[in-house]
């Protein structure tokens, strides 16, 4: 067999939930990966380090100016960089923060001037890097890790959906959470999860982002005329992980 | 004794998030010994303010990737505290089974994966494929059961869908919780009792070390305190105290230590320990009779003061847990699991406050709610910022005692990373952290 691809994992601002989700495959298929990949670094899990490695996987956010040359040490080191989880491709939910202006204040009170506080807004690692794949979703989708993954050791080009997670309720039959008197993202937010969330009861939180043309204008006006929301919560819907795309959209 | 050493462990391995070990020794004199924490603050309490209560722990389960269950379940526990929600028994039954789950998961993550490697001196658990495939085999079917066996309660157990204010927004069909008991016994039973002999062949090989500190835990009168109760703190001498959640404030005393970056909490010692050893030291007698051989097989009583052992005490508990977690799926089988309508607030404007115990400690959530049911104000402690002072306390004492011991550089460094990863410290759920720039 021919030598294997390698792989290194690296975390910024996050929960490391995406890296977590690595250890739930199990048995067969993490077996079956390490057929194929070799982990070469892996703070969370080894303490082994090395100087180059075929593909990166970047989970977390970019929220602070000292993470900047990591980054582009990784990028360096890395033939692929692929981004790992809602933070890394989107803010996630540390963009949350980025609407307001007080939030070290809040949490540290008079400390907050410290110089060692500092923290900018939440940003994809793209902000700072060029990223070659990315893999959305809080947490990402691990089956969809190891299909990106099959796919670059087969030299295939790996392909994320675009379309709404409208498309999956309605292929899994699950009632749409406006009929139940609730809310949802679904319409706008990139499909890929199997819209797990409608089918466990509770709304889509567009934690894969939006898709590439959302019909944003719509989704505020169904909040507030199907779903009872004020103008204000409507507005504010989408900043849980879809901040960085609002900003855009405005 | 030794005399010099300079040990700079910058990002430290094989634990969740950024931890740095400083020490500096010259000519004998311990210059510096520091634990420091430069994990990227988050800003969660921020964050939650203007957001309905139903969001509230889908934001904060994201504190962390690995207690992401415990995070919701306190968050979703506080916001009902908070707006005089009263739930089902069958939704505690299920929530307990979950936090079972949960502890289950994350103690076969941390013992096997992370820690186990230092014990049979390798630098990760990937050598071990080659050298020991079968409990590596059995290791990775553990961590995945514990996924499913968190996943079928609630809905995925990285950042969890069911658990919401009020109930479960959709709970498992009796079938599925019966082939999950028949599984927990006929499947991860003998997998976990095949991995406690291999840990019990490793025992000797935790380093003695001993610091009289307090243990703080969840105590429930009637079970060992996982998902609610009462804080208890235990004092070296045995001593016992019980304060209500709502006080919760008065036992985490949070202030922000001129040496360090993160804030750290104190109750009536220097610091105090939270976790599996904590657990253990406070409800020993409510463990299941098989958790408690499994102890005294590991050489382990309360009240045992060597951290190293808070590891083995999670082992212990995975025995429990995977007892316990037969016994409530026997009961949910026996009763039958209905859907319920989720319970709506009855008030607002009030704070709400919640404990729970997550793998690596107790931690609090509490929030207040207005009139639309938006938050206005949060507050999370976690436990590894609770136990951010007993670490530094820990390798003060043990510093000299490796000096004194004539240890050469790399083992010190060794001992003071296993005493962090002892603690399996959990830094991204960095909701208090500040970061620092360090010295070179």
Known sequence: MSKKVTVASFDFTSCEGCQIELTNMGEHVFMGLLNHIEFVEFREAMSEKADAYDIALVEGSYSREIDRERLLEIRRKAKIVIAMGACATCGGINALKNHQNDWAENVYGDKASMPHLASAKALPISAVIKVDYELPGCPMNKEELVKVVNDLVHGKAPLIPDHPVCVECKARETVCRFELGDHCMGMVSRAGCGAPCPAHGIPCEGCRGFVSHPNYAALEKVLVEKAGFSRERAANKAQMFTSNYLEKLR | ?440
């Open chain 2, 1 to 440: 004794m030794t005399k010099n050493v300079n040990i700079h462990v910058h990002h430290l391995t094989r634990v969740e998030g950024h931890g740095n070990i400083v020490v500096n020794v010259n000519n004998g004199t311990i210059e510096k010994c520091e634990w420091q924490v430069p994990e990227a603050p988050r800003f969660f309490e921020a964050m939650v303010r203007g957001r309905h209560y139903s969001e509230v722990p889908r934001i904060t389960s994201r504190i962390c990737g690995i207690c992401s269950v415990g995070h919701t379940l306190v968050a979703v526990k506080a916001a009902e505290d908070a707006l005089g929600i009263k739930v089902s028994e069958q939704t505690v039954k299920l929530r307990t089974l979950l936090k079972h789950a949960e502890n289950f998961d994350s103690h076969v993550v941390h013992s096997l994966f992370l820690a186990a490697p230092d014990l049979l001196g390798v630098p990760s658990v990937f050598p071990l494929v080659a050298t020991h495939p079968d409990v590596v085999k059995a290791a990775l079917r553990l961590k995945r059961f514990g996924h499913e066996w968190g996943s079928l309660v609630a809905g995925r157990t990285t950042h969890p869908t069911t658990c919401v204010p009020g109930g479960f927004a959709s709970v498992p069909t009796v079938k599925a919780v019966a082939e999950l008991r028949r599984r927990m016994e006929q499947e991860c039973l003998p997998d976990l009792l095949a991995v406690f002999g291999v840990v019990k062949s490793l025992a000797g090989k935790f380093p003695a070390f001993e610091r009289k500190t307090e243990y703080v835990a969840v105590h429930h009168k009637d079970e060992y305190g996982l998902y609610d109760g009462d804080i208890q703190c235990l004092m070296p001498d045995g001593s016992k105290e019980i304060i209500d959640v709502h006080n919760y404030r008065s036992v985490t005393n949070e202030y922000i230590s001129p040496l360090s970056t993160a804030k750290y909490a104190k109750h009536k010692m220097g610091s105090y320990f939270a976790g599996a050893l904590a657990r253990f030291n406070n409800n020993f007698d409510q463990l299941h009779p098989v958790a408690k051989e499994k102890a005294a097989e590991l050489g382990m009583k309360p009240i045992c003061f060597n951290t190293y052992l808070n590891t083995a005490a999670q082992v212990v508990e995975c025995v429990h847990s995977l007892f316990e977690g037969i016994r409530l799926c026997d009961e949910l089988i026996a009763k039958g699991i209905k859907d319920e309508a989720l319970v709506m607030p009855s008030k607002h404007g009030t704070e709400g406050a919640a404990l729970i115990e997550v793998p690596r400690g107790i931690l609090f959530h509490s929030y207040t709610f207005d009139k639309d049911g938006m938050c206005v104000n949060g507050n999370c402690i976690i436990p590894t910022n609770q136990n951010h002072g007993n670490i530094q306390l820990d390798f003060e004492k043990l510093l000299p005692e490796l000096l004194n011991a004539n240890k050469a550089e790399k083992e010190i460094e060794l001992a003071l990373e296993m005493m962090v990863r002892a603690y399996d410290p959990c830094i991204s759920c960095s909701t208090h952290y500040l970061k620092v720039d360090f010295k070179r």
